[in-house]
């Protein structure tokens, strides 16, 4: 049984262990103030915490990450304006931490689910699916039969470098979002 840690107590640390709990796997958080104390004990650790922290917490375990999958459900948008991505053009969050943990496999994931869509399992009335992009196949599995025993569907969505195009429809997402054009409980939803 593939075990998870999770970083950060959040409105999508508790939806995506909910959904990993609901499928068996063994799930444990990291809250904010334990960062760096508590000891990553688990195969696959999901960075579930904004983007601008993704960095100070990629430091305080780079040690203990290796090897290990990383998940990068960020969305690296500019929060002021909602009118960019704050990471590099062609690049994504995903590539900038595979950089800075060239030992772990980094997997983009979850960053097109919106967290009520999490919790239900639906979007609409389809079921939620969690794309996951990233160059290590095992890793993107691994993640994908957890997710998938958890009662939401999966599908892998290429390589790390897709992470760019999964943060674009993130962010289209979060500005559909955010002017009120979709629900919170609805957005994307993929008909396989
Ligand atoms: N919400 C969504 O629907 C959604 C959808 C897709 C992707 N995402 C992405 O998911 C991530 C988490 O979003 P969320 O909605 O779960 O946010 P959230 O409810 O605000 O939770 C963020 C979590 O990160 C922790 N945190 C904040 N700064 C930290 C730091 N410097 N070091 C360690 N932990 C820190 C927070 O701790 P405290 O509460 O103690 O401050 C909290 O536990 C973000 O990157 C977001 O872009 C969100």
């Known amino acids: 049984m593939t075990t998870f840690n999770i970083v950060g107590t959040g409105n999508m640390a508790k939806a995506i262990g909910g959904i990993l709990a609901d499928g068996g796997s063994p799930v444990s958080y990291v809250p904010k103030n334990q960062v760096g104390v508590t000891v990553l004990d688990g195969d696959v650790v999901v960075l579930a915490v904004p983007y601008p922290a993704v960095a100070s917490v990629v430091s305080a375990y780079a040690d203990q990450l290796d090897g290990k999958v990383v998940v990068d459900i960020t969305n690296p948008l500019n929060f002021e304006t909602f009118d960019s991505l704050v990471v590099a053009p062609g690049s994504s969050a995903a590539a900038e931490i595979q950089a800075k943990l060239p030992n772990s496999r980094v997997v983009k994931a ?81 008909v396989a």
């Open 110 to 190: 979850f960053n097109t689910t919106f967290a009520a869509t999490l919790v239900t399992k639906k979007v609409g009335s389809a079921q939620t699916t969690v794309l996951i992009a990233g160059d290590d196949s095992t890793a993107k599995q691994t993640l994908a039969a957890a997710v998938t025993a958890g009662g939401v569907a999966a599908i892998d969505a290429g390589s790390l470098l897709r992470a760019h195009e999964l943060e674009a429809i993130g962010f289209l997402q979060l500005t559909l979002g955010v002017s009120e054009k979709v629900g919170w409980a609805g957005g994307f939803a993929v």
